[in-house]
């Protein structure tokens, strides 16, 4: 059954195409730049890029749930965006729309959600209805596939399969697809018995790439070649037409003898032929010569095989290695976010220290002022013993409240100078631990990130915010410990202010952490409460 995904403009990245070393660098940049995205503004068509980009690489190594996450996100952004796009660009986007639509489609498929499949074919056929260009009976073929590899309809494949034939016929006579779209059919006849249907086909397509090129890469396909040509082989044998099958296989040889063909056979297009001649020689009951090629099967078979599970091994390899390098720039950044978030707290401390001197200049002209009123208080009860004893009572009042104002002050002062000795001490450590080696840093900074929690540990408070929300949420957190009994104390404490309907700043801001590694947080109780993709992990926790 041949595939009908076409090319498009944007590369597709598999692994086989690098090194190990540059699939190496490409990951980290990868990541790097999916990183930075929500930052970039307009260049709305290299967005749509990375997207694409993200979608097709994690299909590749056989993730199509982050797949799916970020063709999701091509196809949100294209659909926010299309107006800001000129009409070139938008009508250079339609081949590769129409192949994000199959290629998600495929995503949805093998992850057994089906219906989201039909929808996103449904949804290709629709897009593609008005343009005539080659994806559009490509389109067709693809919701063929679907029937035929997924839910196994052979009647609404089939349905798909000839329009898609009638379609590129009448529009496209020349193009590859049709040797595509033939094999499909061919294959349906064989599913259902009818080789003698098949057979016209499979020749079809035999001669189709035995004269026609590639219209993209301008080569012969050598391995359709090959496929169109055992696959001929092999019905003619079993219609006992070995004759012919004989005559097809000579002249499928005779054809890969020339220059344009002999040095692009692949491995298992060499299996494909061993394979059918196996299978003539013994229909021809030439026994001696069918088993010399099956050793030769054999040991290409085994060759293959082997070399399979290396790449897969440095694969598997290259990867933990990268993981590991990921894990080391988060906690670079992590670093730095920290270093960031101490000299915004300097600078709000300068800030607070500045006010509160405005504050006390204030004050202290207040209470000058009060005591010029007082003295002109004590000159007018010269006048009058009873306006003087009046005068006296009011002074002691109002000398009575600037002293707990200086109480007041007191406090204050002393606390901002706690502050700023606990502020100069951090800045004090910071410059040791620029000046200390790379092998001392990590040490001085685990003791730093532990005073910055002591320090945060003792917030009154914070303290008596949680200790109030454990004991107003205490059926709740029953209720949790007795359904997800691997949750930690932070994750069910995240859950209840989560129920408390708190948007995602604040408990970052209440919990002391960045946003980012809120999100980690949130995605991690997402995987022990096992929530599927279309769960909202607020709705869940709010309808518990």
């Known amino acids: 059954m041949s595939e009908s995904f076409p090319e498009n403009e944007f590369k597709t990245y598999r692994r086989e195409s690098f090194t190990e070393q540059q699939l190496q660098t490409y990951l980290l940049q990868h990541y790097k730049r999916l990183d930075l995205l929500p930052f970039i503004e307009d260049h ?34 294209y659909d926010a965006n299309f107006k800001k796009l000129s009409p070139e660009e938008k009508y250079n986007l339609v081949e590769i729309i129409t192949y994000s639509y199959g290629i998600q489609a495929d ?40 029937f035929y590899w997924h839910k196994k309809d052979l009647d609404s ?12 016929k009448e529009k496209f006579p020349k193009h590859t697809l049709l040797g595509s779209i033939r094999d499909n059919i061919a294959d349906i006849y064989i599913d259902r018995k009818q080789p003698e249907m098949a057979l ?12 026609i090129k590639n219209e993209r890469s301008n080569q012969f396909d050598v391995s359709r070649l090959i496929s169109a040509g055992v696959q001929q ?82 694969w598997q390899d290259e990867l933990n290695t990268i993981s590991l390098d990921r894990v080391a720039l988060n906690f670079k950044i992590d670093r730095i976010e920290k270093e960031n978030k101490i000299q915004s707290q300097r600078s709000k ?46 002074n002691e009042n109002l000398q009575s409240e600037i002293e707990s104002k200086q109480r007041d002050l007191s406090d204050f002062a002393i606390n ?4 700023q000795e606990w502020a100069q001490d951090l800045a004090n450590k910071l410059e040791i631990i620029m000046e200390a080696s790379s092998e001392g840093k990590k040490a001085l900074l685990a003791h730093l990130e532990q005073d910055i929690q002591n320090k945060i540990t003792f917030d009154t408070n914070t303290h008596e915010f949680y200790e109030k929300l454990d004991k107003l949420s205490d059926a709740f957190y029953s209720k949790l410990n007795g359904l997800f009994t691997n949750l930690s104390k932070n994750e069910i404490r995240l859950c209840s202010l989560i129920r408390l309907k708190m948007d995602s700043r604040s408990i970052a801001t209440l919990q002391n952490i960045t946003l980012a590694s809120l999100n980690t947080s949130r995605y991690r109780l997402r995987k022990k409460l096992d929530l599927s993709v279309n769960e909202d992990l607020d709705s869940f926790i709010q309808n518990m």
Do not use: C
């Open 349 to 394: 401390l300068w800030i607070v220290t500045l006010s509160s001197s405005i504050i006390l200049i204030l004050l202290l002209s207040l209470f000058l002022r009060r005591r010029q009123h007082i003295i002109n208080a004590k000159n007018k009860q010269l006048l009058a013993e009873q306006k003087l004893e009046i005068s006296r009572v009011n």
């Open 233 to 314: 082989v092999e019905t003619e044998i079993k219609l006992k037409k070995l004759n012919e099958a004989e005559e097809t296989f000579n002249k499928l040889l005779k054809t890969l003898s020339g220059p344009s063909f002999n040095n692009h056979i692949q491995s298992q297009s060499q299996l494909q032929i061993l394979g059918a001649e196996q299978a003539l020689y013994t229909k021809q009951e030439k026994f001696k010569e069918a088993l010399e090629v099956a050793n030769r099967f054999r040991k290409l078979s085994d060759s293959l095989s082997t070399l399979s599970k290396l790449a897969d091994q440095r």
């Open 107 to 146: 995503n949805y498929a093998r992850i057994g959600q089906l219906d989201s499949a039909t929808l996103q074919h449904k949804k290709n056929i629709a897009f593609i209805k008005d343009y005539n260009i080659i994806t559009k009976p490509s389109a067709f073929n693809n919701y063929g596939l679907f």
């Open 416 to 419: 901002l100078t706690q502050n």
């Open 44 to 77: 709305y068509l290299f967005k749509m890029q990375s997207y694409l980009h993200s979608g097709n690489w994690f299909r590749e190594i056989g993730f199509p749930e982050e797949s799916i996450k970020w063709y999701k996100a091509f196809f949100e952004y």
């Open 157 to 168: 494949a089939l349905v798909y399969f000839n329009k898609a034939y009638l379609l590129t």
């Open 200 to 211: 016209p086909l499979y020749r079809e397509n035999f001669n189709l790439y035995s004269n």
